[in-house]
């Protein structure tokens, strides 16, 4: 994307900074408890990624919604494991949320060097942030000590990931709720640079934005719209 350097920059000095509200966090974090750790997980995704590369933008995904409810506390991680508390994973806009395997075995590999000491969430950030890299992209910095949490519940997910038909006063609510400002939610949104959407989540847009077939969203530049559509039988 010709033009984005300057734009995709600031977005990734942003990301640095999401779910960093408590303050508590540092840059390596785990230095005297668990001195290989940074690099396990860096090793690890530089060996590995490549296998599947489009793994980077799903665990970035998934660091966004881990992070926009309860704070980046790895509640995105825990499955149901009774009737009664459905956990985030079960929320709809999880339904395409990838990479959980990839995320396991690199906790693994951290349990077996240092037991108990590094955070599924640091994990997660910390393969967010490698994955890009690995597949490209610009590095931002990624203080760690995140805690995990051990509440998920899917109204949660529900109630404050943001939905494709959100509108833009419902994004600035959904950001101010977790402390990011106008400008916050537009870097972020750069991270829509990688990545893929399944046409369930956009097609309204295409044929039907107002109810009657055939209808496309008037704010959709209508070029991309004929682009996106000549692409509807692509295999996600
Ligand atoms: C501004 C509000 C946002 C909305 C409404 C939104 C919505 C979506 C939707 C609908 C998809 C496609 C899902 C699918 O069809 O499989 C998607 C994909 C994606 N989103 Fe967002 N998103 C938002 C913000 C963000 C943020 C803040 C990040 C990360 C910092 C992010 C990272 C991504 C990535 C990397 C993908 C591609 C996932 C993949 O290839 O598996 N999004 N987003
Ligand atoms: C969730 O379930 C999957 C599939 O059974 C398993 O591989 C994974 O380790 C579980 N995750 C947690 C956090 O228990
Ligand atoms: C399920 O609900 C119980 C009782 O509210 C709570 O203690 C537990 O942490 C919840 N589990 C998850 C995964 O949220
Ligand atoms: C935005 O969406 C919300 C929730 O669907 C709705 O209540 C509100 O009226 C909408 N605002 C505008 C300006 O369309
Ligand atoms: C088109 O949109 C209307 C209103 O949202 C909905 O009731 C209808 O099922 C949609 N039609 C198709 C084919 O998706
Ligand atoms: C990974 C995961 O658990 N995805 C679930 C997300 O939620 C949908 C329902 O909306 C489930 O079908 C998926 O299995």
């Known amino acids: 994307m010709r033009g984005s350097g300057y734009f995709v920059v600031m977005f990734f000095c942003f990301l640095a900074f999401m779910g960093s509200t408590e303050g508590k966090l540092q840059m390596g974090f785990y230095s005297k408890s668990c001195p290989n750790a940074e690099k396990i997980v860096q090793d690890y995704v530089n060996s590995h ?3 599947a590369p489009s793994l980077a933008a799903s665990i970035l995904r998934m660091h ?3 992070c926009f409810v309860r704070g980046c506390d ?5 499955n149901t494991t009774s009737g009664t508390n459905q956990t985030e994973k ?3 806009p999880n339904s395409t949320l990838r990479g959980f ?3 396991d075995r690199v906790k693994s590999l951290l349990e077996a060097a240092c037991p108990g000491v590094v955070s599924c969430a ?3 950030a910390l393969v967010a942030r490698d994955g890009v890299v690995a597949t ?3 590095s931002w910095k990624v203080p760690t000590g995140r805690r995990d949490g051990t509440i998920s519940r899917t109204s949660e997910a529900m109630n404050n990931i943001p939905a494709p038909t959100s509108n833009f006063t419902t994004l600035r609510r959904l950001f101010s709720n977790q402390g990011l400002n106008l400008k916050d939610l537009v870097l972020l949104s750069g991270a829509h640079t990688i990545g893929v959407a399944h046409c369930t989540s956009f097609s309204n847009r295409l044929y039907n934005f107002t109810g009657v077939l055939g209808s496309q969203d008037p704010a959709l530049d209508s070029e991309y719209a004929t682009v996106l559509k000549a692409r509807k039988v692509q295999k996600s």
Do not use: E, K, Q
């Open 49 to 51: 990624i490549h296998n």
């Open 101 to 103: 395997d990839f995320i």
């Open 74 to 78: 790895s509640s995105v991680l825990l």
């Open 64 to 66: 966004f919604h881990d």
């Open 122 to 124: 640091d994990v997660i």
């Open 90 to 92: 079960l929320a709809v």
């Open 136 to 138: 490209g992209g610009p």
